[in-house]
């Protein structure tokens, strides 16, 4: 509780700012923090954004749950449907496409460009994640017609309606004057921007008819992608064990957490060394904190003096002080978090600036706020200001009433 005297003391230097929260050396310690802390907050929203703007990324273009052939390159088409047809049924699976890939080229004049072809059956495709980012044309699967990333697009001069021609090696088939590789020309039917930058610049997609006639394959499948619901996404370690027993032991399973674990468990240690050295800013402005401590228990040494004449105790003196500037402290810690929000807005709203694909994976800028990450700043912020408050306060306990009237 607060006493009479600590009312009177705050309210007195509430009613007269220009003595005391108006000072420069106040003024100085009070922006030091909401710069401090707004650097913090932005630095780490704008990291948790990318966090998890890389991992919906990732959960929508990649299949939660993969299924291949143990010892072959692909599947026979009706070992496929046959799997496909229990993982349907059970309660986890939210959908499952057979799916065909292959390495190929795509070639347009002069300019070539290795790709990923990843085909569909048509029939068996509605819902696939894919048409989420159809950002032109059709994101429907016909014969003789592709889409593909919006980079690849850009690097070939490809647009919807143009025609380009895709080129599959067949290293298997040598002839006396060398490789005969397979080839057919297409029509781009639709442009796919999912903002994962390695698909936007090299993948293909097509039907399933059409990947066949250019490789040359007659009902095989590469692996099923298998969806889950939402809810059963962090189970895919223990629903691949269950799927295993489920199609066999000659189709091999991996899921998404383990394709991308080293991946996401790297970020989230880069998310918080970034927080920790943002972090000594804070510390920084908490040097301010002392300077202005001492600046402040020098100049009221006088009222220091009256009140210790008339019984007060060191710590409750040290409390009206304390009290005092961590409200000081509070109110610009929360100033801070709320100016952090709007220069993360701000950057992810800008035009000017946008991450590499090649180097971040992702080539846009997000931001998300988060009341973990918020109370963390402001937990780690509070106490850096508390410890750079209570020490400096130490030394009213070493003053003493004689010293301090001799010397005024």
């Known amino acids: ?5 600590e009312r009177f003391w705050l309210s007195r230097y509430i009613r007269t700012p220009k003595r005391s929260f108006l000072q420069f050396g106040f003024l100085f310690m009070i922006v030091g923090i909401i710069l401090s802390v707004s650097i913090l907050s932005a630095g780490l929203n704008l990291f948790e954004g990318y966090q998890h703007t890389l991992k919906s990324l990732t959960l929508n273009t990649v299949s939660h749950i ?3 052939s143990v010892s072959e390159r692909s599947l026979p088409g009706s070992r496929g449907q046959e799997a496909r047809q229990l993982l349907l049924q059970q309660q986890e699976v939210k959908s499952v496409y057979p799916i065909l890939t292959n390495s190929v080229m795509m070639q347009r004049g002069a300019k070539v460009r290795g790709c990923y072809l990843k085909a569909y059956d048509p029939l068996a495709s509605q ?8 950002s032109a044309g059709s994101a429907a699967l016909r014969e003789g017609k592709i889409i593909i990333g919006y980079y690849l697009a850009e690097e070939l001069g490809l647009k919807v309606g143009d025609f380009a021609s895709v080129v599959y090696p067949q290293l298997e088939k040598i002839t006396p004057l060398g490789f005969y590789p397979s080839q057919r020309t297409f029509e781009i039917s639709g442009i796919y921007r999912s903002g994962f930058y390695e698909y936007d610049r090299s993948l293909i997609l097509c039907s399933r008819q059409s990947a066949e006639e250019l490789l040359g394959i007659k009902d095989r499948i590469t692996y099923l992608e298998v969806y889950l619901h939402d809810k059963y996404l962090d ?4 629903l691949s064990e269950k799927f295993e027993e489920l199609v066999g032991q000659d189709l091999y399973i991996t899921n998404w957490k383990a394709q991308n674990q080293g991946l996401f468990r790297l970020i989230v240690l880069e998310k918080w060394l970034i927080f920790i050295l943002f972090s000594f800013l804070v510390l920084i402005a908490g040097l301010n904190v002392v300077s202005a401590v001492t600046a402040l228990i020098y100049d009221k040494k006088a009222e220091i003096a009256i009140l210790k004449a008339f019984g007060a105790k060191d710590r409750i003196i040290a409390r009206l002080f304390n009290l005092r500037i961590a409200l000081t402290c509070i109110f610009s810690l929360i100033i801070g978090q709320i100016l952090g929000t709007i220069i993360s807005f701000v950057i992810v709203k800008q035009g000017f600036y946008q991450l590499k694909g090649e180097v971040y994976f992702i080539d846009q800028i997000s931001m998300r706020i988060t009341p973990l990450n918020q109370l963390a700043i402001f ?3 509070t106490m850096m200001c508390y410890v750079c408050i209570v020490v400096p306060l130490r030394q009213i306990a070493k003053m003493q009433i004689i010293d301090i009237l001799r010397n005024k």
């Not at 819902?127 to 159809?134: E, N, R, T, V």
């Not at 189970?235 to 223990?238: I, M, R, Y």
Request: glycine share 4%; hydrophobic share 50%.
């Open 66 to 68: 993969s299924i291949a």
């Open 1 to 5: 509780m607060i006493s009479n005297l």
């Open 235 to 238: 189970k895919a370690d223990d």
């Open 379 to 381: 937990l780690v912020a």
């Open 127 to 134: 819902g696939a994640s894919y048409h989420d980012y159809i």
